[in-house]
């Protein structure tokens, strides 16, 4: 039997496409425990990003390219007042807001809000939100926002929502850290009284049901510095064999409980296998929401700051930019990997996301968004 107890290192080249016969394997947390730094000298930053790419994909990278750090300067008191004498003036000084709330970490912002309260007895967020409409007002309380509070309302909304509601899940679901979904999850339930597996249970169904449900428990395996060739060669067969009615839970419990390293291995060999992307297989084998869930996952699954990249140049497009998305995606990459996606948008798209986002994005809200991109990328 093969299983995911008490793999050996191998260090040869994988073995060929025999077939074999999926053991569901022990799940463990996801994530992986590395820092990124860099000793090179001489670089651009586009360049040193660039040399980070194949980390930043992985949870090893997240909270190391940030645009957004913690202010070193910070004075709870004087970000205080300087909020006060914003919206307490003849005219609601945006500039201001803006400022503070960009520059400071969510940690700090929520150091500012606990200190609003006491110094005025009045909350922070009900008194800008009196102040502010449109735009401006929706980025500024997702800033305030705890990230939990703010995942927790999107995923609701998500849920509730008539329409498509697959594109936001997964992003949440699957991009986020195991501690930050548990949090998230333990919000919801305290927010709206209800389990978010309920919900899922309640507006969902089929393969979509069971992949939500497997990605809110947030089993998936560490990542491992043993590469097991054997299970990534089972999975591959697994997958190959998984064609038929009554199948679709293999494809649930494979890209749902490895590691996004393994996977990667797995999405590899199995193209090599079959002359084929896993994706093509995913378009043919499934329809619907289900297939769009699917496909955004093995998009996380091989590059999640591409996945974003992508997201935000979709955002972008038309008429009228997807404010929502651009202001979820900002802010909440913002601490973790906001550096390597604009390398990504920069890399497939020819142009910086900082320009994109100047020449798409209109109003109040504006500079904002520019600041928590930060900067062009030459």
Not at 96 to 111: F, G, H, K, P, Y
Not at 147 to 175: C, M, N, P, W, Y
Not at 186 to 203: L, P
Request: charged share 25%; net charge negative; with cysteine.
């Amino acid at each position: 039997m093969l299983g995911h107890t008490g793999a050996s290192t191998h260090t040869g080249a994988p073995p060929g496409c025999d077939d074999t016969h999926l053991t569901p394997s022990t799940s463990g947390e996801a994530g992986c425990t590395m820092s990124v730094t860099s000793g090179k000298t001489g670089l651009s930053l586009t360049q040193e990003i660039l040399s980070h790419l194949g980390l930043a994909k992985k949870t090893a990278a997240w909270g190391t390219l940030g645009t957004l750090r913690t202010f070193l300067s910070f004075s709870v008191d004087k970000d205080v007042q300087r909020l006060l004498r914003a919206i307490a003036g003849q005219g609601v000084d945006r500039a201001a807001i803006a400022d503070v709330l960009t520059n400071r970490s969510r940690e700090q912002r929520q150091l500012i809000s606990r200190a609003f309260q006491e110094r005025t007895q009045q909350d922070l967020l009900q008194s800008l939100q009196a102040a502010l409409s449109g735009n401006f007002e929706r980025i500024v309380v997702a800033l305030l926002r705890p990230a939990a509070h703010f995942d927790a309302q999107e995923l609701r909304t998500a849920l509730k929502d008539s329409g498509s509601a697959e594109d936001v899940v997964v992003e949440i679901l699957a991009t986020r850290t195991p501690p930050q979904l548990q949090e998230c999850l333990a919000v919801y339930k305290h927010d709206f009284q209800v389990e978010a597996e309920e919900d899922i249970k309640s507006e969902t169904s089929g393969t979509l049901q069971n992949l939500f449900l497997a990605l809110a428990k947030g089993g998936r395996e560490s990542c491992s510095e043993i590469i097991d060739y054997n299970l990534t060669e089972q999975d591959v067969q697994a997958l190959k064999q998984a064609e038929g009615p009554g199948t679709e839970g293999t494809w649930v419990l494979i890209l749902t409980q490895r590691n996004p390293e393994h996977l990667v291995r797995v999405f590899d060999q199995y193209q090599r296998c079959t002359g084929r992307e896993l994706e093509h297989t995913v378009r043919n084998r499934f329809h619907g929401d289900a297939q769009m869930a699917l496909l955004s996952l093995a998009s996380v699954i091989r590059n999640t700051a591409l996945y974003f990249a992508d997201k935000l140049h979709q955002a972008l497009q038309g008429t009228e930019p997807n404010y929502k998305v651009l202001m979820r995606i900002l802010i909440s990459r913002s601490e973790t990997d906001l550096l390597s996606i604009r390398a990504e948008f920069k890399k497939k798209f020819g142009k910086s996301l900082y320009s994109s986002l100047q020449d798409a994005v209109k109003g109040d809200c504006r500079p904002a968004l520019l600041a928590l991109c930060r900067a062009e990328d030459l």
